[in-house]
């Protein structure tokens, strides 16, 4: 059983350019939660998808953006990139149903220059 | 708005001795969750506690959870090398188990041999 698994692995761009990461949900996982954990910090909450909707959101500007798609994966959208944007992104999943815990995938590196 | 602290931020222990991490928060909350983090990795769940007075065990880790007092402490004993990595906790405030994650600004534990 796969779990949460994201791509790419790690990615490089430009200040004022625009990237998508992906998430991919572990088995049987329906809603989806992204995190961006700059150097020396812990994660901080950006958004959670379930059933296509963003659900929650934390305190991050409108350039990030998301998207589920029906199968449960999901895309992070960033417009506009910030050196400040440089960071780990990591994705989890959890059933929606109160009580299970959420699953974190690898990470996405994301470095602007 | 809900504040997690963690503390000490760094700890730098000699193999064999024992230490405490504390974690305290700022809202009610009835669970909590301990992360391992190895430099470049994701997040690896180490404990998930769920109710005042919750107690569990993992090798030479032991964490706990006072909701009254709004403290959770990771008890590090005998330490060995591979226990070096950074530490956080989380809160759910929902307590739902699927809800936005608050992490502390993490504890990096170094194991000197």
């Known amino acids: 059983d796969a779990g949460v698994t994201q791509s790419p692995t790690h990615l490089i761009k430009t200040r004022g350019q625009q990237v998508t990461l992906r998430c991919s949900p572990k088995?049987?996982?329906?809603?989806v939660s992204w995190y961006q954990q700059a150097l020396g910090q812990g994660p901080q909450f950006i958004f959670q998808y379930y059933e296509e909707e963003e659900r929650q959101r934390g305190n991050f500007p409108d350039r990030f953006s998301g998207h589920q798609s029906p199968n449960y994966s999901s895309e992070l959208n960033v417009n506009a990139l910030l050196l400040g944007d440089s960071a780990l992104y990591l994705c989890a999943s959890s059933p929606i149903e109160r009580g299970h815990e959420q699953y974190f995938g690898p990470g996405t590196r994301l470095t602007v220059t | 708005e809900l504040k997690v602290e963690q503390n000490p931020l760094f700890l730098s222990m000699q193999e064999g001795k024992n230490y405490t991490i504390y974690c305290n928060y700022s809202t009610t909350s009835d669970r909590l969750y301990w992360y391992r983090q190895d430099p470049g990795k994701s997040l690896e769940s180490l404990f998930v506690?769920?109710?005042?007075?919750a107690v569990k065990q993992e090798g030479r880790l032991m964490a706990s959870l006072d909701t009254k007092a709004r403290l959770s402490t990771l008890h590090i004993t005998a330490a060995v090398h591979d226990l070096s990595a950074t530490y956080f906790c989380?809160?759910?405030?929902?307590?739902?188990?699927?809800?936005?994650?608050?992490f502390g600004t993490g504890t990096r534990l170094t194991i000197i041999p």
């Open positions: 506690l769920l109710s005042n007075g």
């Open positions: 088995s049987g996982h329906d809603t």
């Open positions: 989380a809160v759910d405030m929902a307590g739902f188990g699927n809800e936005k994650l608050t």
